[in-house]
């Protein structure tokens, strides 16, 4: 059962992390991403033209095939509002209150392990436009120094390839950033890695026009 709520509002209680990172299954869909992006990339800067956004997002939609045997079956978990509610809610028009809502800017799913967290966060990241928004998964252990300042930004940059004229596009674009498995982040030294900014402070998100971030996480 997944246990969904406003961010930060809870997240004093899940630091600090010190979970070691488990093997998954699920390959992380950014390394699948870069296989193809990395073919356009070359193609594209060998005919001296200049690389669009558009064009990085549609390299990344045309591997979404990848996931159509994974989610031809998958059918979205239940949630609850807290560990104690009785009523059951869908997931789906869940996050799209979220999405539409204009004031709330990050949302946090938490549930026990194995309750698929990672795999609806797969399935919300599967294409880059969902719910007139454009849509970027990230798993936070791949991530170096996670909470340091721009951490999260200096990722998506590397990660997908956007050079800095497709990252100011970026910032004008309504956005989700998925951030997946906080849970499994290591904190190497407690004194010097506690993040002492939130991570829309310390990435400067509120520069954005219209970006949110949905954390998941372990209860």
Known sequence: MFHISDFPHEIEYLHPME?????????????????????????????????????????????????????????????KVHPNARDLLDIKEETEAFVQDPVRKVLLFAAPAGAGKTAYALFLAKRTRYLERLWLFISLPSVSEPFAKNSLVEHVVKTFGFDEAQLDELKRRPLVLILDSLDEVQIKDKQEEQPVQSWWDANGFEQWDDAKLIVTCRQ
């Not at 070691?20 to 869909?29: N, R, S, T, Y």
């Not at 060998?46 to 549609?58: G, M």
């Open 19 to 79: 979970q070691k990172l488990e093997v998954c299954g699920v390959l992380p869909a950014s390394i699948l991403q870069m296989l193809a992006l990395s073919i356009n990339i070359v193609t594209l800067k060998l005919a001296k033209e200049p690389l669009k956004l558009d064009l990085h997002l549609d390299a990344l939609d045309g591997l979404s095939f990848i996931y159509d045997e994974f989610f031809a079956s998958y059918v979205p978990p239940s949630v």
